[in-house]
């Protein structure tokens, strides 16, 4: 992420696809290091590629935050008749063998760690209680300051449109609890907090939810600006995103509409901005020259990716008077 501490460099990037691949690259020398096969077996093997797909990756922003290396990974991964998620974590290993290694690089501190291991594969051996079968899954995100806590939208085998908050430390994830008040698939989840997230959904809704308050939405989001007619739920969301520190959430639908919020007064959206082309599968929203560990100050400009389905990757700048 680009808000990050001084002087560490995040010089490496993992791509999920087709066949439950997961695969590792050095964006300074544009080569890939490892290949990886979330069912556990060899890439290089003889053996079909797993009939799933990697639909997306996760990993806790707490210890990049900290100057630290990623230790843990999560794939999202959708097969034809269910769905779940795979555990990937690094080999551990110390400073002096990463140094001008793969690894190494400016700002990797102690505690360096090695190669990426699956060690949950998908699928993996069901455990006997606290698992459940999941139809679908989209996206999620893990809650801020949290190396384990992730929520998750999914959908049931009972056809639930809900959210999944998950507990990645044991061996194997296990969901502790489902927020469902969605009506369609949840599409995105963001974190706000230690306590609180965002889900976006194709039912036309954005809930904000607290874990220490219960199952039911902290508050819901209203689309209609000062002076106009409250309106119900209209296109589909497809992608949400929080700018940390300043309390803004941004969301975009399928026909490109992006709108920002203050998550203290969801009742309005703060601004409609300029629409893209096409559905905005993905966003990110930071503050340029923000503080260590990504707490802004409350006075730089706002800056949003945007990945288009017609687009492509598009940027704003947000430098107007918008009170986070």
């Known amino acids: 992420p680009p ?11 993992l791509v999920g696809g087709g066949g439950g691949i997961v695969e590792e690259w050095d964006l300074d020398a544009g080569l890939r290091l490892d290949r990886l ?12 590629l797993c009939d799933c797909d990697v639909v997306s990756l996760m990993a806790p922003e ?3 935050r900290a100057g ?9 991964v959708q097969a034809p008749h269910d769905g779940g998620l795979a555990v990937l974590r690094r080999a551990s290993g110390s400073a002096d063998d990463d140094e001008g290694g793969r690894g190494g690089g400016p700002g990797r501190g102690s505690g360096a760690t090695g190669a990426w291991q699956v060690e949950t594969p998908w699928p993996a051996e ?20 949290s190396v384990s806590l992730l929520a998750l939208g999914q ?13 990645t ?15 369609d698939l949840v599409t995105d989840v963001c974190a706000i907090s230690a306590q609180s997230f965002a889900s976006a959904s194709l039912d036309g809704s954005l809930l904000l939810w607290d874990i220490r308050v219960g199952l039911e939405p902290a508050a819901r989001a209203g689309f209609a600006l000062s002076g106009e007619t409250p309106r119900g739920a209209g296109v589909g969301l497809c992608s949400t995103a929080a700018a940390h520190g300043r309390g803004l959430l941004l969301c975009g639908d399928l026909s490109g509409g992006l709108v920002l919020f203050d998550t203290r007064a969801l009742a309005r959206p703060l601004a409609r901005l300029q629409p893209a082309r096409g559905a905005l599968v993905r966003l990110r929203l930071w503050e340029e020259g ?29 430098s107007g008077p918008i009170s986070g």
């Open 169 to 183: 430390a044991g061996t194997f994830p296990r969901q502790l609890t489902a927020f469902a008040r969605h009506t």
């Open 62 to 64: 707490a210890n990049a």
């Open 126 to 145: 069901k455990p006997t209680s606290g698992w459940k079968r999941l139809e679908k899954v989209s996206r999620g995100e893990f809650l801020q300051r």
């Open 68 to 76: 630290l290396f990623e230790d843990v990974a999560v794939a999202v």
């Open 37 to 48: 096969r979330l069912d556990g077996l060899e890439p290089s093997g003889a053996d079909p």
């Open 155 to 167: 959908i049931s085998a009972l056809g639930s449109c809900e959210v999944g908050l998950y507990d």
């Open 290 to 318: 923000g503080a260590s560990g990504g707490q802004g100050q409350g006075g730089g400009a706002l800056i949003a990716a945007a990945a288009s389905s017609e687009d492509g990757l598009c940027s704003l700048t947000l």
């Open 3 to 13: 808000d990050v501490s001084p002087g560490v460099c995040h010089s490496g990037l």
